[in-house]
Structures are given as C-alpha cells and as structure tokens.
C-alpha cells in the first residue's frame, strides 16, 4: 500500500514563502523519483520539481533560482522550498513518486495561492 500526503500549503502574498512537504508511507528507496506538479484552473498539469534517489534534481525553468527540492529519506519525506513566490504560482501542488516497475503514485493536492 503506497501513500503520499501532502501538506504546507496556504494563502501568502507575493514575494512569500511556503514549505511544502510529502510523506510517503512506503520507505522512500522504493521510489526511483519523487517530485512535485501543479495545475492551475484551465491549465494542465506541470512538472516543477523532482529529485532521483540519488540526489540529482530538475526544475521547471518558470521556479529555478526560486523553489528548491529536497529530501530526508529517514522520514521519507521530501519538501518544497518556494521563495519569492508569484501570482502565477497559484494552483494545487501534487506530490508524485515514481515507483518502478508498479507505476507512479499521486498525493491529494494541497492548494497554493498567491495575492495581493
């Protein structure tokens, strides 16, 4: 049984920032990538970050230099860091984990919105 809850979301102002977590429920060596994706009304969903299970990352040019992944596999948890956060930033943020040969597995969402 594989389970991803995230949580962090909120409500912040432009130029805010947020920590978004993830938590599996099944060790995190079983996933060969974990990452987060957003979809915002009438938009499809987007990869913004992912992190393999040997460290290496990859960010949606829109977030780099802003948002930063991370992981702390004793808790099987992995975070997003989002600075400087943007309007366009607004939508729900899924966790994904990647685990191979069984498929990818999706969180509930957690809503992020930013305004003025």
């Known amino acids: 049984q594989v389970q991803l809850v995230e949580s962090g979301g909120g409500a912040v102002q432009p130029g805010g920032s947020l920590r978004l977590s993830c938590a599996a429920s099944?060790?995190?060596?079983?996933?060969?990538?974990m990452g987060w994706y957003r979809q915002a009304p009438g938009k499809q969903r987007e990869l913004v970050a992912s992190?393999?299970?040997?460290?290496?990352?990859n960010y949606a040019e829109s977030v780099k230099g802003r948002f930063t992944i991370s992981k702390d596999s004793g808790k099987n948890t992995i975070y997003l860091q989002m600075n400087n956060l943007k309007v366009e930033d607004t939508a729900v943020y899924y966790c994904?984990?990647?685990?191979?040969?069984?498929?990818?597995?999706w969180g509930q969402g957690t809503q992020v919105t930013v305004s003025s």
């Open positions: 994904n984990g990647d685990q191979r040969p069984m498929g990818d597995y």
């Open positions: 992190i393999s299970n040997g460290g290496s990352t």
């Open positions: 099944v060790t995190m060596l079983s996933f060969v990538r």
